[in-house]
């Protein structure tokens, strides 16, 4: 069975300070992708970051980067130099190779504070 | 616009009553998803539909949520006899295809259903 775990319900950082959002996932299948979500109070949810299971570097995407531990089977988010405007939840999500489901963590809640 | 659409936005419904929410995926996107998020919750899986092959409806909560996909784009999601514990936010993703590990889904802005 797939499962993610987001052990952080909330999160509070300083503007311009970076901050780390944990992830862990449990899977048996040998190729997964991993992903983040932003989802704004308004609702939609935005694609932040992609990391495949057999890509040897750590997946970066502007002030966002993936630290991928694979041994450990976790995902952390790292937002660099946070913004009033990275306020929202966060969410971790994985899809097994070829497969049709993409499981969602429950979320972490990030308060950028000025 | 280029990006997934739901419709309506919000959906304010009595109990008992059948509802039909919308979405209209990317243009050329073969894959589409249907997921439920709780007040507060993560995201339900409920169904998914894949070109023209049978959809993977192991994610429906019970025989009162139907969905169909015509002509591999639109897709409608009809709940019946509607329950208060229905009412959540009702999100459409949809991606290029669904046989890759890269899959990045691409999200409507969701349908917020409140059963009175």
């Known amino acids: 069975a797939q499962k993610i775990t987001q052990t952080q319900p909330g999160m509070f950082v300083q503007e311009k300070e970076a901050v780390t959002l944990d992830c862990t996932y449990d899977?048996?299948?040998?190729?997964?992708?991993l992903f983040w979500y932003k989802q704004p109070s308004s609702g939609e949810m935005i694609f932040l970051i992609y990391?495949?299971?057999?890509?040897?570097q750590n997946a970066t995407e502007g002030r966002y980067s993936l630290n991928f531990q694979k041994a450990r089977k976790s995902a952390n988010l790292v937002i660099s130099a946070s913004q009033l405007g990275d306020s929202a939840m966060y969410f971790c999500?994985?899809?097994?190779?070829?497969?049709?489901?993409?499981?969602f963590g429950t979320g972490t809640s990030l308060t950028v504070i000025p | 616009g280029a990006g997934v659409s739901q419709s309506p936005s919000n959906k304010v419904t009595e109990k008992g009553k059948d509802v039909e929410l919308r979405c209209d995926p990317i243009?050329?996107?073969?894959?589409l998803y249907w997921y439920r998020q709780s007040l507060g919750q993560g995201l339900e899986f409920l169904i998914y539909?894949?070109?023209?092959?049978?959809?993977?409806k192991s994610g429906l909560p019970s025989d009162r949520f139907s969905a169909e996909r015509t002509g591999g784009s639109v897709s409608t999601l009809t709940i019946q006899r509607t329950q208060q514990e229905d009412s959540a936010v009702y999100l459409c993703?949809?991606?290029?295809?669904?046989?890759?590990?890269?899959?990045?889904?691409?999200f409507g802005a969701g349908t917020r259903l409140s059963v009175l």
């Open positions: 993703a949809s991606t290029p295809t669904g046989y890759l590990a890269k899959n990045i889904q691409y």
């Open positions: 999500a994985m899809t097994p190779q070829g497969g049709n489901q993409f499981y």
């Open positions: 899977t048996s299948d040998p190729s997964y992708g």
């Open positions: 539909f894949q070109g023209n092959s049978a959809p993977d």
């Open positions: 243009s050329g996107h073969t894959a």
């Open positions: 990391q495949g299971s057999y890509d040897q």
